[in-house]
Structure formats: structure tokens, C-alpha cells
């Protein structure tokens, strides 16, 4: 059991000096890339907030497309007209004209008791 515990604590050692060293040598390459990077001034920031030029004339395209659209619009729907009539549901028929209430009274409801009053 000794030797067990003894073993583990020497591995938790050598993690943690492994850990250390990966971090110094980390830290040390970061310093150095940080010393020897220029400035560049010519490179702009993500986040600059302008398009590119592709992105220009992609919106562009995209504008002008609509453009035509509205304005061919009655002659396209005038082409997609059959098409759509194709798939319209058919009119109901009309419902009937209701038949005419007759005049006739109904005869007056008969109050005589029934069942074992009747008999008794």
C-alpha cells in the first residue's frame, strides 16, 4: 500500500513539472514572436466594418436582379397564371335553396298522463 502511495505521488511530481516546463516554453515563444513582429499598419482589422469589392458587386448583382423582376412583374404573372390555375381548388357547388317552411300549425301537444298513473 506504501508503494503504491509512494508512486503515485512521484507521478503527481512529474505531471506537475511537465506542466511547468510546457508553460515556460509557451511563455517564452509568445515573448519572442511578440519581439520580433512588426508592426504592419497596411493590414486592416476584421472588424473594420467595410466590404470588399467582390461583396460590392455581389450586392450589386442582387439589386439589379431585383430591379428586373419588378419591373418584368406583370408579364411574369401573366406566365404563371395557367400554371397556378391548375391548382386552385373547383368552386362548390351552391348550396340549395331551402325549401319553403309550410303553413300547416302543429297539432297541439297532448298533456294526458301516461304510464302507471294511467293504469292506477
Do not use: C, H
Not at 506537475?16 to 516546463?21: G, H, I, R, S, V
Not at 439589386?63 to 419591373?71: A, H, R, V
Amino acid at each position: 500500500m506504501a508503494a503504491r502511495k509512494l508512486s503515485a505521488e512521484k507521478r503527481r511530481l512529474a505531471r506537475e513539472e511537465q506542466k511547468k516546463a510546457f508553460a515556460e516554453a509557451y511563455y517564452a515563444e509568445k515573448q519572442v514572436e511578440a519581439a520580433t513582429a512588426t508592426p504592419d499598419t497596411k493590414e486592416k482589422s476584421p472588424n473594420s466594418g467595410s466590404l470588399s469589392a467582390n461583396q460590392w458587386i455581389a450586392i450589386g448583382g442582387f439589386g439589379i436582379s431585383l430591379l428586373g423582376i419588378y419591373y418584368k412583374r406583370e408579364e411574369l404573372m401573366a406566365m404563371a397564371k395557367p400554371v397556378f390555375d391548375k391548382f386552385k381548388m373547383p368552386k362548390a357547388a351552391p348550396e340549395p335553396a331551402p325549401k319553403p317552411v309550410s303553413v300547416k300549425p302543429k297539432p297541439a301537444r297532448n298533456t294526458r298522463p301516461r304510464g302507471l298513473k294511467k293504469i292506477i
